[in-house]
């Protein structure tokens, strides 16, 4: 079975700085796909970011960008010039293609983040 | 407008008594799950479906049921709600099991006494 790891519980930035958040995943398939969600305090799920395991290229959303590691299970987000607004917890979730398991996403446990003004 | 609604959004009920949430999706969708979330746990697959008539377990399934007797309803039974079953509960449907994106409704939050 898929795990999702996210070890960073709570990080925090100033307004305007940069942050990474980081994810690593286990998995014995080699197409899968992997996403970043984010929860406001409003509890809907936002789908941020999302990166094909085939694509080498680190998929970008505005602010937003992947350095997606294949080889190390490594999939991190890093929201640039941080706004009040991107306050939220963020989950890595990974998808398999094949249909394997459960055949629906595998959560991290999230990272809440904070932006300080 | 594309949307999963779930209802209802927030419910306060006693141990033992059947409950019923429901999830609807109007985007024709053949893939839709259940998940829970609990603080540091993140997010769990409670039961999903693949299509009319067609469900099966996710991770933590114990305690719940589902039915898919129309492709746009989903919804989740509880037959005898315990405290264990306090959390935040997600419906999501795709177009079909290998779409990349989920969409997923606003949530019921649900406390059990």
């Known amino acids: 079975a898929q795990t999702v790891t996210q070890s960073q519980p709570e990080m925090s930035v100033q307004e305007a700085e940069t942050v990474t958040l980081s994810c690593t995943y286990d998995?014995?398939?080699?197409?899968?796909?992997l996403f970043w969600y984010k929860q406001p305090p409003s509890r809907q799920m936002i789908l941020v970011i999302r990166q094909e395991a085939y694509k080498q290229q680190n998929a970008t959303e505005n602010r937003f960008s992947v350095n997606f590691q294949k080889a190390a299970k490594s999939f991190s987000l890093k929201i640039s010039d941080s706004q009040l607004g991107d306050a939220a917890m963020y989950f890595c979730?990974?998808?398999?293609?094949?249909?394997?398991?459960?055949?629906?996403?595998?959560f991290g446990k999230g990272t809440h983040l904070i932006i300080q003004p | 407008e594309a949307q999963v609604t779930q209802n209802p959004r927030y419910l306060i009920t006693v141990t033992g008594k059947k409950l019923t949430v429901t999830c609807s999706q109007n985007?024709?969708?053949?893939?839709m799950s259940w998940y829970r979330q609990d603080p540091g746990l993140g997010l769990r697959q409670i039961y999903y479906?693949?299509?009319?008539?067609?469900?099966d377990k996710g991770d933590v399934p114990e305690g719940y049921k589902v039915s898919r007797k129309e492709k746009r309803n989903f919804p989740l039974i509880l037959e005898s709600p315990s405290p264990n079953q306090t959390s935040l509960y997600f419906c999501a449907s795709s177009f079909n099991r290998l779409s990349y994106e989920q969409y997923f409704g606003p949530g019921t939050r649900l406390t059990v006494t």
């Open positions: 985007m024709n969708h053949e893939y």
């Open positions: 479906s693949m299509n009319v008539e067609v469900t």
């Open positions: 979730a990974y998808r398999s293609k094949t249909g394997g398991g459960a055949d629906g996403l595998t």
């Open positions: 998995t014995s398939e080699s197409d899968y796909y």
